[in-house]
């Protein structure tokens, strides 16, 4: 049966009336859970189970935003609290990469026990000197090299542990001088400069999932954010750095972006995202982005299945207990869960 080209939120931790009958006529393929939805891991497990309900597949994708240190949406006192990406530069280099893994792993554990199959983490995001700090310690680096090989790390745990992740924010928003929640960025490196921002992601193009920046990158397309222009999605996402995984937009309702709902969404479909993003569970704003979304389809269609592929039958045999003493072990006094 037919799905919508959309992840959406819901308003609270149960799932209104109202939202499931929204739901169950507009099958999105996925949700995304917040703070807001989150009480106890019965109650989150619960409402997972009501989403995959709602549109008739109990396997129906459920994303969080689950990276650690400030963007954290599980935490204390049900579930554990995990260091920001920078943290892992404290350890000896010989530890990074194993450390960073095994971080992922632990959280893929927690997120699959209450339902949620995709993770959008690892941050691929390379930090400019004077930046702004939406990214800062969420990025593994200052390096493209750094963030590169710690953030194919994290995605390969994630993934042994039954969890898609999400490569963010493709092509990169490491330079941008605003918090683009708030306003719309621009940044005019010139191309051979945001060459080294895209490197992270094409040693990660393999990965099945990634979401657009809503950044102006002014040496490719002066005129719109990345989310609503084809020719990054096509000639840098697509092309120059080869990603021919599933891609999502940030969230729709983003101060970066202008527009009523229904264009936004539309935009996104039109310049090549396979996926657009919702997550503040307002009705009338989603009713909006749906009547824009179309229907998943095509090469869209492929790459979704594609993903959901990626997933293991069965997640490798893991002690999260073990796991977890290993884990604050390494980092000692260099960082306190």
């Not at 009501?50 to 204390?76: C, K, N, S, Y």
């Not at 049900?78 to 943290?87: E, N």
């Amino acid at each position: 049966m037919t799905r919508l080209a959309a992840i959406f939120g819901c308003a609270g931790p149960r799932l209104l009336p109202e939202e499931a009958a929204f739901f169950r006529d507009v099958r999105p393929w996925g949700f995304i859970v917040f703070r807001r939805n989150v009480e106890t891991p019965e109650q989150l497990r619960a409402l997972t189970e009501a989403l995959g309900a709602a549109v008739d597949d109990a396997d129906t994708p459920v994303l969080v935003d689950q990276e650690g240190g400030r963007v954290q949406r599980l935490g204390p006192p049900h579930w554990r609290r995990y260091p920001p990406a920078g943290a892992y530069r404290r350890l000896l280099p010989a530890q990074q990469q194993g450390m960073v893994r095994l971080g992922a792993r632990l959280i893929a554990h927690d997120l699959a026990l209450v339902g949620i199959n995709v993770d959008c983490a690892p941050v691929l995001d390379v930090p400019a000197l004077g930046a702004h700090d939406v990214i800062g310690d969420r990025a593994y680096g200052e390096a493209w090299m750094d963030v590169a090989a710690l953030g194919r790390a994290a995605a390969e745990g994630l993934i042994a542990g039954g969890v898609l992740p999400v490569l963010k924010h493709i092509p990169g928003h490491g330079r941008a001088l605003a918090d683009s929640h708030e306003s719309l960025p621009l940044v005019d490196a010139p191309l051979a400069v945001l060459e080294r921002d895209f490197e992270p992601f094409r040693v990660c193009s393999d990965m099945p999932m990634a979401m657009t920046s809503h950044i102006v990158y002014a040496a490719i397309d002066p005129d719109n954010p990345a989310t609503l222009s084809s020719t990054v999605i096509h000639g840098v996402i697509r092309g120059s750095i080869g990603f021919d995984g599933v891609l999502m937009t940030d969230d729709l309702s983003m101060k970066a972006l202008s527009g009523s709902f229904e264009t936004r969404a539309r935009r996104a479909r039109a310049a090549g995202c396979d996926l657009v993003l919702h997550c503040n569970g307002e009705m009338a704003e989603m009713k909006g982005v749906a009547a824009g979304a179309g229907a998943l389809d095509g090469q869209c269609l492929r790459r979704t299945e594609a993903a959901l592929a990626r997933l293991p039958f069965a997640p490798e045999p893991f002690d999260p207990l073990e796991g977890w003493a290993r884990f604050t072990a390494a980092f000692g006094g260099l960082w306190a869960p």
